[in-house]
């Protein structure tokens, strides 16, 4: 019987809002002490994400990089001026392959002494006229859709 509930609170949980116990619980025509006990269940196995009074799914939809590149992009810009600003000459820095973080590529030029440490073949193309910047591309197999190196898995 809990297979088949939990099996059912997935699906509600599929289209990316957010659940509350209560409607679980009148939806699956059940106790909201049996919804708790199964959401606390389906998140130790790492299935959803467990919220104040409800749960969530613990997948974010994924959105390739030219699409979230063209989204918000003044807050980025700015999100970008700012996270640059607290980077100093010498710091090394690991930036992962994010429209966000592509947004501090031009305010990073200006340094003279950084090591940068990516997955992001964008921000590398940004900082390819930057020669004074020292650039560590990590290894890896390349993911088209995120414009990105991906670790190989070993199994």
């Known amino acids: 019987m809990s297979i088949t509930r939990h099996r059912q609170i997935l699906a509600f949980l599929a289209d990316g809002d957010e659940r509350s ?26 299935k959803l994400i467990r919220t104040h009074g409800g749960a969530m799914r613990n997948e974010l939809p994924f959105i ?28 090394v820095l690991f930036l992962d392959c994010g429209s966000t973080v592509l947004a501090m590529a031009p305010h990073l030029k200006a340094f003279r002494n950084l090591k940068i440490i990516t997955n992001s073949l964008p921000l ?3 900082l390819r006229e930057a020669p004074h910047l020292s650039i560590n591309l990590i290894g890896g197999e390349l993911d088209l859709k995120s414009s990105s190196r991906t670790w190989i898995r070993c199994s």
């Open 21 to 46: 116990v209560s409607f679980l619980a009148e939806q699956l025509e059940t106790s909201e002490i049996t919804i708790r006990r199964d959401l606390n269940t389906l998140a130790e196995q790492g």
């Open 64 to 91: 390739p990089f030219v699409q979230k590149a063209s989204l918000q992009t003044q807050a980025k810009r700015q999100i970008g001026q700012r996270a640059a600003s607290l980077v100093e000459e010498n710091d």
């Open 124 to 126: 590398i193309w940004e």
